[in-house]
T-cell receptor, first 110, second 112 residues
């Protein structure tokens, strides 16, 4: 069974610090990787997508992918209290359903 | 505005009373799906559809039905709701292939 594993947290970081969120996946055929942010009671919102090994940066967010290790991570620089949310990792081999992790709850403390 | 819409947003009903939650997208996406989200269990896929008239079961399909008669609409039907179907439901859509998936605003369902 295809699985995506995330530490449930909560991960607590002080304001201004770097938050590091990690995700491992079981399906070696996975080609597309996504990070979603979800505030309590709201729908998941896509914040990053990555398709090839290495780093991808977008503003304060950096996604890192290592297919050999089946590992994808999200770094949030200069963390703000507004970043406090649950972060969901999702993967897919392509034209098949996304498989989601259960999410990591991030708390940024002012 | 490109979006996925769901209705109703909130629903309280009683056991056994049939209900339908509608989902519509205006992005011409082939792929649509329904999820439920429960504390500690994460997002679990109920059903998905790769295109019109093509639907398939996800991880937790029992007690649910779907149809895909038009590309833009993907309603979720609960023929005889039970209290264990109390949950937060999300509809989502994407282009086929590896593109990003977009979620609707969610429907909070309570079955008494």
């Amino acid at each position: 069974q295809k699985e995506v594993e995330q530490n449930s947290g909560p991960l607590s970081v002080p304001e201004g610090a770097i938050a590091s969120l990690n995700c491992t996946y079981s399906d070696r055929g996975s080609q597309s990787f996504f990070w979603y942010r979800q505030y309590s009671g709201k729908s998941p919102e896509l914040i990053m997508s990555i398709y090839s090994n290495g780093d991808k940066e977008d503003g304060r967010f950096t996604a890192q992918l290592n297919k050999a290790s089946q590992y994808v991570s999200l770094l949030i620089r200069d963390s703000q209290p507004s970043d406090s949310a649950t972060y969901l990792c999702a993967v897919t081999p392509g034209n098949t359903p996304l498989v989601f992790g259960k999410g990591t709850r991030l708390s940024v403390i002012a | 505005e490109a979006q996925v819409t769901q209705n109703p947003r909130y629903l309280i009903t009683v056991t056994g009373k049939k209900l339908t939650v509608t989902c519509s997208q205006n992005m011409n996406h082939e792929y649509m799906s329904w999820y439920r989200q429960d504390p500690g269990l994460g997002l679990r896929q109920i059903y998905y559809s790769m295109n019109v008239e093509v639907t398939d079961k996800g991880d937790v399909p029992e007690g649910y039905k779907v149809s895909r008669k038009e590309k833009r609409n993907f309603p979720l039907i609960l023929e005889s709701p039970s209290p264990n179907q109390t949950s937060l439901y999300f509809c989502a859509s994407r282009l086929s292939g590896r593109d990003e998936q977009f979620f609707g605003p969610g429907t909070r369902l309570t079955v008494l």
